[in-house]
């Protein structure tokens, strides 16, 4: 029994079939990515994990509790926590404040976008915003406004964002999507980084297969909606069905 159990999940969009009979179970303490060509499924059954979308059939458990019927900021409480594609902080708010929404967030179950006003008061979240900061190596930009960050940057502080409300399983949506490479391999050590230090299960949507490979320990593959393969990255490489559906390559 995986950390997170998906069964039997079918979504249709009018006379779309977006996922058909998916299951998927993602083990603790690993990182699982989830591949396929565009429209096969991806984004959709992840939208069902967090809450944003309610599949038309199927179950999704995580930790032994369904997600189904709850809201983002319940699923988010339950200990899960989603890194998007574009970056989602608070530009004109400073790197110290954006951490610390997350903190008032994590302990009084209720997201206050201006809680740091009271921060004078705050010390334990103080600490525990500058100790993430300190891990993510952003201590020195406090003060700077999220805005003026670079790409990498902005993707950091949102996973200091994630991480300082301590989530068992971190979802990432294309965590590298509009980086140069440079700034591509800066992610990916961080992510190694993370997952060394951490109690953490990861789960990663991504396209570029060199991410992929340098970080998953499990593979599905999807194709039209439906799991095509899941299996080790080794083998996922060369697999007949994989080659024909997906066009992606490592490099």
């Known amino acids: 029994m995986g ?3 998906v069964k039997g999940v079918g979504k ?13 179970s993602v083990q603790e303490n690993t990182v699982h990515a989830i591949i396929g060509p565009n429209g096969a499924g991806k984004s959709t059954l992840l939208n069902c994990l967090i809450g944003k979308l309610i599949p038309d059939t199927g179950s999704v458990m995580f930790d032994g509790q369904s997600v189904l019927g709850r809201k983002p900021h319940e699923i988010n409480q339950m200990g899960i926590s989603r890194v998007f594609q574009t970056p989602e902080i608070f530009g004109d708010l400073t790197v110290f404040e954006n951490v610390m929404i997350p903190c008032f967030a994590k302990r009084d179950g209720a997201f206050r976008l201006h809680a740091f006003e009271s921060v004078p008061k705050e010390k334990d979240l103080v600490q525990q915003a500058e100790e993430m900061l300190t891990e993510m190596n952003m201590i020195d930009k406090r003060h700077m406004h999220a805005a003026a960050l670079s790409r990498g940057d902005k993707r950091r502080l949102e996973m200091a964002m994630c991480l300082v409300q301590q989530p068992k399983l971190l979802l990432l949506d294309e965590p590298t999507a509009g980086m140069a490479r440079a700034d591509t391999n800066n992610t990916i050590d961080l992510l190694k980084e993370i997952k060394e230090k951490r109690d953490i299960t990861m789960a990663i ?5 060199h991410v992929v490979f340098s970080l ?16 080790t990255p080794d083998n996922i490489k060369g697999h007949p069905k994989v080659q024909e559906a997906y066009l992606g390559q490592a490099h």
Request: cysteine-free; hydrophobic content about 45%; aromatic content about 2%.
């Open 3 to 5: 950390i997170l159990e």
């Open 12 to 24: 249709r969009f009018g006379g779309l079939q977006a996922l058909g009979d998916v299951n998927l």
């Open 205 to 209: 949507i991504e396209h570029d297969m």
């Open 216 to 231: 998953a320990e499990r593979i599905t593959v999807l194709a039209q909606g439906t799991p095509l393969v899941e299996d």
